[in-house]
């Protein structure tokens, strides 16, 4: 009974963890986390997740997913948790590198070098294993060249079981800002006291004509 539970699951209409809860299929967003510092650092649960689908990741296939987190993802980097090379891409000016722990859970570490450091993206990360895998977004999050977090997997494969680690992927593009460097927003008071000197510097150029 619990293989064919399990096997209808993962066949199932993948769906956001947003759409309801609990999630059909057992994701929820705090199966994967991401901070600056990693897990240790403060660490944030996902903001979205969807799943579970079946195949195998590619940007090709999380582009034409038509998620509502919408398009425009390139693969950052990739680690394999078997002897396949690992994929260290470098997407948006940054070289980027992947490493993960395997089993059933574990914790991830994103490195990157070059490009305008710091810099906000989006990620998707992504937890493959059995025949399917789960996507968890990130939304306007800082990258400094590290970060990182904890993942575990909760969906379970055709036999009813929560399958190891296969790879995990994660996926970037540019935050809603443009991927600058995060900009300070000045304090009321000094914002206005920045006004009345401009208003006095206009009072001072109206009267020389005078």
């Not at 059909?24 to 799943?51: F, H």
């Not at 195949?55 to 425009?72: M, V, Y």
């Not at 000094?190 to 001072?204: H, I, T, Y």
Request: glycine share 18%.
């Amino acid at each position: 009974m619990l293989a064919l539970l399990g096997a209808g699951s993962a066949m199932a209409a993948p769906l956001y963890c947003s759409d309801g809860t609990p999630h059909p299929q057992g994701l929820a967003v705090s199966d994967m986390t991401y901070g600056v510092n990693g897990p240790a650092g403060g660490a944030s649960n996902a903001n979205d997740c969807y799943g579970v689908v079946s195949g195998n990741d590619s940007a090709a296939a999380i582009n034409g997913l038509g998620l509502k987190w919408q398009s425009g993802w390139g693969l950052a980097a990739k680690d394999n948790t078997d002897n396949s090379p690992d994929t260290s891409n470098n997407l948006l000016g940054i070289q980027f590198a992947l490493t993960s722990t395997t089993g059933k859970s574990g914790n991830w570490t994103l490195t990157g070098t070059g490009g305008s450091l710091p810099t906000t993206l989006d990620l998707i990360g992504v937890l493959k294993g059995s025949d399917a895998y789960a996507l968890y977004f990130f939304d306007d999050v800082l990258f400094d060249g590290s970060g990182g977090g904890a993942w575990s997997m909760s969906f379970v494969n055709g036999g009813g079981r929560i399958p190891d680690l296969s790879h995990f992927s994660v996926y970037a593009r540019l935050g809603d800002d443009g991927g600058g460097p995060p900009q300070e927003i000045p304090e009321p008071a000094s914002a206005l006291l920045a006004g009345l000197a401009l208003a006095g510097v206009a009072a001072l150029r109206r009267g020389r004509r005078g």
